[in-house]
């Protein structure tokens, strides 16, 4: 998708309507930064809101992800082209929260390590050792509870007996016994449970 192209398109449509960036995103209850970054290409908006917004614009969702009012000859091909778009983009978004989850893992162990090495080997008082340790293990917790957090919601989990793909809840995730990224959950599915690897395409 063009971002460029998109973003120039709303504004050519929201001046159709007669309307300013302000009067546009208080009827969608955001700010008008938020639509300059729409028009100028920086940003597209969040699909919670493409909706009222096309409506707003009287254009369809498949008009506004081509940047142009799509017309019968070409709205399929147009439409097929957007969605598998915007599944490519959500599997790079998948990929790099991925290897965030994989960095704030391995920020999080080492912060932890320096805490009680400092406390172990360095002169102090014992309440700052204790403070060290406690503040370490804070900090650990609080980096897994994040990356346990991306896991959960980067890509899919898929199950070994039916190939069912589908977002478990964290508690699943959280509960399940794991091997790197493949945990032992119940598919929602078939209601079986088996090793579930992650997967990033549906």
């Given at each position: 998708?063009?971002?460029?192209?998109?973003?120039?398109?709303?504004?050519?449509?929201?001046?159709?309507?007669?309307?300013?960036?302000?009067?546009?995103?208080?009827?969608?209850?955001?700010?008008?930064?938020?639509?300059?970054?729409?028009?100028?290409?920086?940003?597209?908006?969040?699909?919670?809101?493409?909706?009222?917004?096309?409506?707003?614009?009287?254009?369809?969702?498949?008009?506004?992800?081509?940047?142009?009012?799509?017309?019968?000859?070409h709205y399929n091909k147009n439409l097929e082209n957007n969605l598998l778009e915007m599944v490519r983009q959500k599997e790079q978004a998948d990929k790099r929260l991925l290897s965030l989850e994989v960095f704030i893992?391995?920020?999080?162990?080492?912060?932890?390590?320096?805490?009680?090495?400092?406390?172990?080997?360095?002169?102090?008082?014992?309440?700052?050792?204790?403070?060290?340790?406690?503040?370490?293990?804070?900090?650990?917790?609080?980096?897994?509870?994040?990356?346990?957090?991306?896991?959960?919601?980067?890509?899919?989990?898929?199950?070994?007996?039916?190939?069912?793909?589908?977002?478990?809840?964290?508690?699943?995730?959280?509960?399940?016994?794991?091997?790197?990224?493949?945990?032992?959950?119940?598919?929602?599915?078939?209601?079986?449970?088996?090793?579930?690897?992650?997967?990033?395409?549906?």
């Amino acid at each position: 998708m063009d971002q460029v192209k998109i973003g120039k398109f709303i504004a050519e449509c929201r001046k159709k309507a007669n309307l300013t960036q302000m009067q546009l995103a208080e009827k969608l209850g955001i700010t008008d930064r938020a639509i300059s970054k729409w028009e100028t290409g920086k940003s597209l908006p969040d699909s919670s809101i493409m909706l009222e917004l096309c409506g707003m614009l009287g254009i369809t969702v498949n008009d506004l992800l081509s940047g142009e009012v799509v017309t019968m000859d070409h709205y399929n091909k147009n439409l097929e082209n957007n969605l598998l778009e915007m599944v490519r983009q959500k599997e790079q978004a998948d990929k790099r929260l991925l290897s965030l989850e994989v960095f704030i893992g391995i920020t999080a162990t080492i912060v932890l390590f320096i805490f009680i090495f400092l406390a172990a080997f360095v002169e102090m008082e014992i309440w700052l050792k204790v403070s060290l340790i406690v503040l370490g293990f804070v900090l650990f917790f609080a980096g897994c509870f994040y990356a346990l957090r991306i896991e959960q919601v980067a890509g899919y989990y898929a199950c070994k007996e039916c190939g069912h793909k589908y977002v478990p809840t964290y508690k699943a995730v959280n509960l399940a016994p794991h091997m790197g990224r493949t945990r032992y959950m119940r598919c929602p599915e078939c209601g079986k449970k088996s090793w579930q690897k992650k997967v990033l395409s549906k």
